[in-house]
């Protein structure tokens, strides 16, 4: 392009501001916003060797990154498998753990808060995650439901902290969770060490880091790991006011933990994945009263701080095109699964930008030509207020020139 790598790494950071900001782009860019297996995939290694070596995962993801065109460097969905390993996880099933080395990762749903715990809960929500939480979601963490911790403030002081922490921590079955907590540590070390070193070398290329952590709406936080979908959905007829102390429990926790990341030189740019809010998953009248909320709250926190928030609206989300409409004007980089993209256009086209949406059925079993068309609809509609990507990121099965083919068509027919 004739251009140094900074001026590079400045325009696609611009451009990606302006269509935010609902300005004119000098052209409409190609952005997954996450990745998982396709970038290992389509380089011939296993859906195990991505979680189990950092270093080929990321250099896999930054050859796929240049060879389709994408404009940033994309954060890639995985979980270290050492990590996983490490703690005995049984909240997540993976590749090389009980699943075959071509089996993608999978989440275990379930009600890691039973129904009748909600008091003892919000009564000591830290003491409760450790002692009960904990042990549920990792094998080699049994040991922090065997041992009476005391709260924390009640051994404040040096006496007890010798006298009487120490000697339960230092229990056999404490220390088994306590050696499994390092050795997490020592993954997660190595696995950051390989991304640091990634974005670094993207950087020098002149491809920005596209966003630099997930946050949730408290909602998501409660229904995902709390208490799940059967569990939430119930609670909402059943227990609502105790489901209602939950969410407010964690508002302030989705809120902070980005402003935190952010604010120790993270990118400004925070991802959030919408799990129970789509129009297929709760009525509009449980929409405004347990999710809405804390939802707009979340946005205006952010958006305050400084920082773009990036939804990604999964599921149909076409009747919740009102409320969308009512966020801030050209300050919210919204990705979405499924919509009427007409109906959007009209309710929230001077509202904020579009991104995503060309299906990922498409790019698995459709031709080239077949996403261009797709692609060039957008492009017709949305003219440059438009990011291009497939509904939930480049999936894994995508065919490589499926994927080249959103990449050809913005290069064929730019800004219209």
Same mark, same amino acid.
């Given at each position: ?75 890639? /969905? ?6 996983? *390993? ?37 009564? *000591? ?63 997660? !070390? ?74 120790? /030189? ?63 004007? /050209? ?28 299906? =990922? ?11 261009? *068309? ?30 080249? =083919?959103?990449?050809? !068509? ?7």
């Amino acid at each position: 392009m004739g251009m140094s790598p900074e001026e590079l790494f400045a325009l696609r950071e611009k451009r990606f501001d302006d269509i935010v900001a609902l300005r004119e782009p000098d052209k409409v860019p190609v952005i997954p916003l996450v990745t998982t297996y396709f970038p290992t995939r389509v380089k011939g290694f296993s859906n195990r060797d991505a979680g189990y070596d950092q270093p080929l995962r990321f250099r896999c993801m930054k050859e796929v990154a240049l060879e389709y065109g994408w404009e940033f460097a994309v954060p890639n /969905g995985l979980f270290t498998s050492q990590g996983l *390993d490490a703690i005995g996880m049984l909240q997540v099933r993976w590749p090389g753990g009980d699943l075959p080395d071509n089996a993608p990762f999978q989440y275990v749903e379930g009600e890691y808060v039973t129904s009748d715990e909600y008091d003892e809960l919000l009564a *000591d929500p830290q003491g409760f995650t450790v002692r009960k939480i904990f042990p549920r979601v990792g094998s080699e963490f049994a040991g922090l439901g065997q041992i009476p911790l005391p709260p924390l403030h009640w051994v404040s002081n040096g006496y007890y902290v010798q006298q009487v922490l120490a000697r339960m921590l230092a229990a056999p079955p404490m220390r088994r969770a306590l050696d499994a907590l390092v050795k997490l540590a020592d993954a997660a !070390a190595v696995s950051d060490a390989a991304m640091y070193a990634h974005i670094q070398e993207m950087a020098d290329l002149g491809y920005p880091w596209l966003w630099s952590c997930v946050s949730m709406t408290a909602f998501d936080l409660v229904s995902d790991y709390f208490r799940g979908l059967r569990g939430s959905s119930l609670d909402m007829y059943r227990q609502p006011d105790k489901l209602m102390a939950a969410i407010d429990l964690m508002r302030p926790a989705a809120i902070e933990l980005p402003k935190g990341v952010v604010a120790m /030189g993270g990118v400004p740019r925070v991802f959030i994945p919408m799990h129970r809010g789509a129009d297929n998953f709760m009525s509009e009248e449980t929409f405004e009263k347990f999710y809405w909320p804390s939802f707009r709250e979340l946005i205006d926190a952010l958006i305050e701080a400084g920082i773009t928030p990036i939804p990604l609206f999964e599921g149909h989300y076409t009747s919740r095109l009102k409320y969308l409409a009512e966020l801030p004007v /050209g300050k919210v980089a919204a990705h979405f699964d499924f919509v009427d993209r007409k109906k959007f256009k009209e309710l929230c086209g001077d509202v904020m930008c579009f991104w995503g949406n060309v299906p =990922a059925s498409l790019l698995c079993t459709g031709t080239p030509q077949q996403v261009k *068309d797709d692609v060039k609809q957008l492009v017709d509609l949305f003219g440059g207020r438009l990011m291009i990507d497939a509904n939930l990121g480049v999936p894994d099965e995508a065919r490589p020139e499926n994927v080249m =083919a959103m990449w050809e !068509a913005v290069e064929e027919c730019g800004v219209s």
